[in-house]
């Protein structure tokens, strides 16, 4: 009989996963929290699902896990009406004791509180339970509603803060799998290079990324193009404005921002010009945006505070004649594309060592848009590089 685990793709070890479990379980215990509740319903921020159970939902089919204190997982899937055989299979389900599952889907809104009712029959098996909320953003007001009815004499508190900080420390484990994605994001932006030419579309570019990056071990992620005719402004932008045709003299930007084997995420950005060297403005851009991230990168040692790492980055880029940063300039990533910490001045949390964090300082003018975007490991003497494709505009 044929195995079934050559079907498997890359995933995180037993010896991983049981480190996961276990360094939760003991901060459960210190809170007396009886039960975690995660749910999501896609890959891109749904990176906590994943570094519980090993699978992520997809496709906004929502899946649920319930982590008790002291038994294995319960998993709650939009399958079939039982007695069919839920999602995932038991010979791959690793710490997972229940598979339950029910015909529901977020469109069909009669069926919005099938999950949660098999989730109260679960959580009702201790009296007077204290329930922790793992990201309360991602869990449905119908899914929440229907347990606190159901579940009159628990206790609901949000667990989000303490789960996030474990998750935000990579294990030597971890940081290969995450190695591993910058690697393949290299590779990647090698084939993008190779790929770009007058005549062809910027979906083009984009969907010769997400084939390359399929079929070396990413399963999700975003990939983002955009051309247009130098001396413009061309940041990259998502597909449904990726119809223009590529010229000889344009300024070509690429993110690439999958998961890869594992389901870790990494992201890199970089700019082509096409048949023509980059005029002086966008070289002076991209020298400015490749200082601010070597600046941020030196700085990235444990200790470090997201809002000084923020005021450097403004206070650089607008003494240089760019525009401030306003979004993000720097986070984490992990099993979630975005995760913690963010480098912002909103965030109360200091870097650690064994963090992922991505570095992209952009330098924007009127007529000019460069960035220069990598990955780090945050290490006691600044942040580790991760990716090996060359930091500089390609000619193409």
Known sequence: MEDPKQRLTKCASTSELERRWKATREMMKEKKIDYLVIQNSEEFLGGTLRWFTDFGARHQFPMTAIFPVDDEMTT??????????QFPPAWAARGIKKRLGAVYFPTYHFTTTYDAELAAGVLKEKKKPTIGLVERAFIPITFYEHLVKQLPEATFVDATEWVDQIRSIKSPEEIEMIKGTAALQDAAMEHVKKTIKPGIRDLDVYAEAHCFCSKNGSERGLVQVNSGPLGTMVPFDVYHFQNRVIKEGDQVSVLIE??????YYCEVMRIFTVGRKPTQELQDAYAVALEAQEMAAKRLKPGADPKELWDMNKEFLVKKGYFPPSRLFAHGQGSSLVERPSIRP?????????????????AVKKDVW?????????REDGGELLHKFPREIMVV
């Open 76 to 85: 709650i899937v939009c399958g079939g009406d039982p007695p069919a055989e």
């Open 258 to 263: 999958v998961n890869g084997p594992g389901g």
């Open 346 to 362: 909103d965030e109360p949390w200091k870097l650690r060592a064994g963090m992922n964090i991505t570095v992209h300082p952009s």
């Open 370 to 378: 460069s960035i220069a975007c990598d990955n780090y490991i945050v």
